[in-house]
C-alpha cells in the first residue's frame, strides 16, 4: 500500500484521534496492519526488549462481544456520572466546565464521538489490541512503571502515526481495559500478558486532518526549574 502522506511533520500534526471520520464500510487488508505494525517495532523500548505482543482482531463475534463491554464502560464511567452530577466527572468530561465557546465545542464533539465509537464498534474493520509480557510493575507511577508503559505506548503511537501515512485513522481507546480480563478471555489471551490499550482501525473519509488546538508553549515548558502557574 503506498503511502499517501510522507511530510514527517504533516504526520506528526495531524494524526487525530479519529471516530466520526472512520469508514466503517471498507475492509483494511491484513498485510496494510501488519506493515504498520513492523514499523512500529522500531520504536524505543526498554532494555531493548521486545515485550509488545499486539492482537489484530477481524471476527465479527469477537468483536460484538467486546463492543457490548465497551458500551458498558460508557455507560459506568461516562454516562451515568455525567447523568448524576459527579463533580469529578463533571470536571473533566461536561463540555460547560471548559473555558470559551471553542473548548466548549470541542469537548461537546469529543464526547459525541466517543458515544458514536462504543455504539458502532463492532463495525469497525479491525480492533488492535496492545499488550506486554514484561513483568507488570508495582506501583503505577515511578521506579518501573515509566519503564513498562514506556515500553509500549511508543509503538501503539508509532502504528498510529504510520496508519495516518497510509490514509487509515485510528484513535488510543485505553477505556477498553476496564474490562481488560474479559476482553482478554473473548482472545484467549494468556494472564501474563495483560492489555494495555486497543486501537480501532479503518480508513479513513477523507485525508484533510488539522493540527488541533493547542495551549501555547508558554504555559506549558519553562527551563531549569518550575517557573509555571498553578499545576
Not at 8 to 13: F, P, S
Not at 14 to 20: I, L, P, S
Not at 115 to 137: H, I, T
Amino acid at each position: 500500500m503506498p503511502a499517501v502522506l510522507t511530510d514527517i511533520d504533516e504526520v506528526l500534526t495531524t494524526t487525530r484521534a479519529v471516530r466520526f471520520r472512520l469508514d466503517l464500510d471498507r475492509p483494511v487488508e491484513p498485510e496494510v496492519i501488519e506493515e504498520c505494525l513492523a514499523i512500529a517495532q522500531q520504536a524505543t523500548v526498554g532494555s531493548n526488549r521486545e515485550d509488545w505482543r499486539f492482537i489484530a482482531v477481524r471476527d465479527p463475534e469477537r468483536k460484538r462481544q467486546i463492543a457490548e463491554l465497551y458500551r458498558d464502560v460508557w455507560v459506568q464511567t461516562v454516562e451515568r456520572p455525567l447523568k448524576e452530577g459527579d463533580p469529578a466527572t463533571l470536571a473533566r468530561l461536561d463540555p460547560t466546565h471548559r473555558s470559551g465557546d471553542a473548548a466548549q465545542r470541542r469537548q461537546d464533539r469529543t464526547l459525541r464521538g466517543v458515544k458514536y465509537l462504543a455504539d458502532n464498534l463492532e463495525r469497525v474493520p479491525v480492533l488492535v489490541f496492545a499488550g506486554s509480557v514484561a513483568p507488570q510493575p508495582p506501583t503505577p507511577v515511578g521506579k518501573l512503571a515509566s519503564g513498562y508503559y514506556g515500553s509500549i505506548f511508543p509503538a501503539v503511537w508509532s502504528f498510529q502515526l504510520a496508519l495516518r501515512s497510509r490514509g487509515l485513522g485510528a484513535v488510543l481507546a485505553t477505556a477498553a481495559v476496564y474490562h481488560a480480563d474479559r476482553i482478554a478471555e473473548i482472545l484467549e489471551v494468556p494472564e501474563e500478558c495483560p492489555l494495555l490499550a486497543m486501537v480501532p482501525v479503518a480508513y479513513t473519509q477523507g485525508l484533510d486532518f488539522k493540527a488541533a488546538a493547542r495551549r501555547p508553549l508558554s504555559e506549558i515548558v519553562c527551563w531549569d526549574r518550575w517557573s509555571l502557574p498553578g499545576a
